[in-house]
């Protein structure tokens, strides 16, 4: 496949989102708001920087990568199925007893899916030891995760953060999708967790910090991770929680609803406005 | 074999005997080695010994992830946060998706002794074994952990094993035959009145029980249950049959563990008496191995006394 950029990005993540909302629709049930505010990175990692296979999706070869803020599927299974790994019909089935696709990702069932997650905290400890096994084995691949802002307030992740440092993975890189809202309310009411980059810097981590809906800073965030030796990389990427549908955009109560058929509307109206526009400039 | 060593230490001389025969072996600490014996291994195969600190549920989710990639971790630590701290890091890391990570639980039961209650795990075996899809492991002695190890290296998929603190008599090697296979039950002596059904150390002490009955003229079968899960039905339903009563034995919590298993089974497909002996719904506490033993009726006089009971019951 080859390596989208800029335009081509945001026309493949817009088509993802709609994927994604429609999928939560059907469903009705899902998160969309933390789908959509991941979702411009998560393109990046499978349209541009991640060497995957999606013929032969246990390929021993490949970058992994792993969802540890699980809740956001919706997202994941939508750049899967774009990238060729299932049919994108089979989103539909979304959280369906007719289908193998959970509400929180699972590897056994779906192609592409490198770790089962939903147990928030839990994800980045497997991303670690992919990237330590890497290392053991001589292996080159690099290994990416995905955490929510409020997902950190578990301190299992601290934990992994620890010892990703200890053993100086810089083939690990995982991004912070800072969007600044979960379930109750504002992270920095629920429970304040910055300043993020300081504590990530005070253990070891090589820490950027970028606008997580703009490509060039992703695509320039990830080049530098892959040229950092000796330490994990964290990309902390400010983010708008339901980017992409206006009423969702910044609202806490879209992080687990799904939209009714009007909203849909809506969304649908939105989201096809913004590809159409990207592709006639 | 004979002699005495405690099945941590047969653990830990296994690792090192097998690291070449199984080069996907990888071990896992928690801060923690010198007593779950993983120690002679870091110090004879350093590149493949992770120490995580004392984190356990970040060391579950990195077997985890060292797993998917054909790696065999064996993460260690004591019973109580291998299946307590860390058991939802088991469930949804490692058993949901049905990895190959091997959770062994060092100090199970209460012969941890002098610690006390909040290192004395009796609630492991009811917890690992309820997870779907789990094996559980709870061999008696030196010999029979050592083969355990290894069958569990040629097993794909989770795991938990349990081993104890304390030095224990060896004697499976001198039974007849005897070779351990996952998921089948042994049957260390017949009878014909009584069956105990024990794993771990209480299958030593179901011996001495079985001699004290046999001046009684009660004839006890024994039947060294090393695998908890799956639980060798067959085995235990003809025990059923044939002696019409059941008594379970096990260093862990009455409620739920091998006693409960055997509960289960027998109520449904072969209604006989079944008189669960372990420690009863409480928390241990500290003293010496031998005193909390005592303490809590882990001998083989109170198991006699369980399995006169049985007998009593089948009338």
């Known amino acids: 496949m080859e390596k989208l950029y800029g335009k081509d990005l945001a026309i493949k993540a817009n088509q993802a989102r709609l994927l994604a909302v429609e999928a939560v629709h059907r469903a009705s049930s899902g998160h969309p708001g933390g789908s959509l505010s991941c979702l411009d990175a998560l393109t990046t990692l499978y349209f541009n920087e991640m060497r995957v296979d999606p013929q032969n999706p246990q390929w021993a070869e490949r970058d992994r990568f792993v969802l540890s803020k699980g809740h956001c599927a919706p997202a994941l299974y939508a750049v899967l199925a774009l990238r060729g790994f299932f049919p994108v019909e089979e989103l539909q089935l979304l959280r369906s007893i007719k289908a193998h696709l959970s509400g929180h990702p699972d590897m056994k069932y779906v192609p592409g899916v490198d770790m089962s997650t939903g147990s928030l905290g839990q994800g980045l400890s497997t991303a670690v030891g992919m990237a330590l096994a890497a290392k053991h084995t001589g292996k080159t691949y690099r290994t990416y995760a995905i955490c929510g802002d409020g997902e950190i307030q578990e301190g299992q992740i601290w934990e992994a953060l620890m010892a990703a440092a200890k053993w100086k993975l810089d083939n690990l890189c995982a991004f912070i999708d800072v969007n600044g809202l979960q379930i109750d309310g504002n992270t920095a009411d629920v429970m304040p967790t910055e300043p993020l980059d300081k504590k990530l810097e005070a253990f070891n981590w090589h820490v950027i910090k970028i606008d997580g809906h703009n490509y060039d800073q992703i695509l320039s965030a990830l080049a530098e991770a892959r040229n950092t030796k000796g330490m994990p990389t964290a990309i902390l990427m400010k983010t708008v929680k339901g980017k992409g549908v206006s009423y969702m955009e910044n609202n806490a109560g879209w992080h687990g609803k799904a939209p009714n058929a009007d909203e849909f509307a809506i969304a649908k109206a939105e989201l096809e406005a913004k590809i159409k526009e990207l592709e006639e400039n | 074999m004979a002699g005495k060593i405690a099945t941590r230490g047969a653990y830990g001389k296994a690792l090192v005997e097998l690291a070449e025969k199984y080069p996907e072996l990888v071990v896992l600490d928690a801060d923690l080695s010198k007593a779950t014996m993983t120690k002679d291994f870091a110090a004879a195969y350093p590149s493949r010994f992770f120490d995580c600190g004392i984190a356990e549920c970040n060391m579950v989710g990195i077997a985890a992830g060292m797993s998917t990639t054909g790696l065999k971790p064996f993460v260690n630590t004591f019973a109580i946060f291998a299946s307590g701290r860390a058991y939802e890091q088991v469930r949804n890391s490692v058993c949901y998706p049905h990895l190959n990570v091997k959770v062994v639980g060092s100090h199970g039961g209460i012969s941890v002794g002098e610690d006390g209650a909040t290192h004395q795990c009796t609630e492991d075996l009811a917890l690992m074994r309820q997870i779907p899809g789990m094996v559980v492991v709870n061999p008696c002695d030196g010999n029979e952990m050592t083969q355990a190890v290894e069958a569990l290296l040629n097993y794909d998929g989770p795991a938990y094993l349990r081993l104890g603190r304390p030095a224990v008599e060896t004697f499976t090697d001198e039974l007849e035959g005897y070779r351990f296979e996952l998921g089948k039950g042994v049957t260390v002596a017949e009878g014909t009145?009584?069956?105990?059904?024990?794993?771990?150390?209480?299958?030593?002490?179901?011996?001495?029980?079985?001699?004290?009955?046999?001046?009684?003229?009660?004839?006890?079968?024994?039947?060294?249950?090393?695998?908890?899960?799956?639980?060798?039905?067959?085995?235990?339903?003809?025990?059923a049959r044939e002696t019409g009563a059941i008594v379970t034995s096990e260093e862990a919590s009455v409620v739920g563990g091998l006693g409960g298993a055997v509960a289960e089974l027998v109520s449904a497909k072969c209604p006989v008496p079944v008189v669960r002996h372990g420690v009863e719904d409480t928390f241990g506490r500290s003293g010496t191995a031998n005193a909390v033993l005592e303490y809590y009726g882990l001998t083989p006089e109170k198991l006699a006394e369980k399995c006169r009971e049985a007998v009593a019951l089948k009338k």
């Open chain 2, 193 to 239: 009145d009584v069956t105990v059904a024990a794993t771990g150390m209480m299958v030593n002490m179901a011996r001495k029980a079985r001699e004290l009955l046999a001046g009684e003229g009660i004839s006890v079968r024994i039947l060294d249950i090393h695998t908890i899960k799956p639980l060798d039905e067959a085995l235990i339903l003809k025990a």
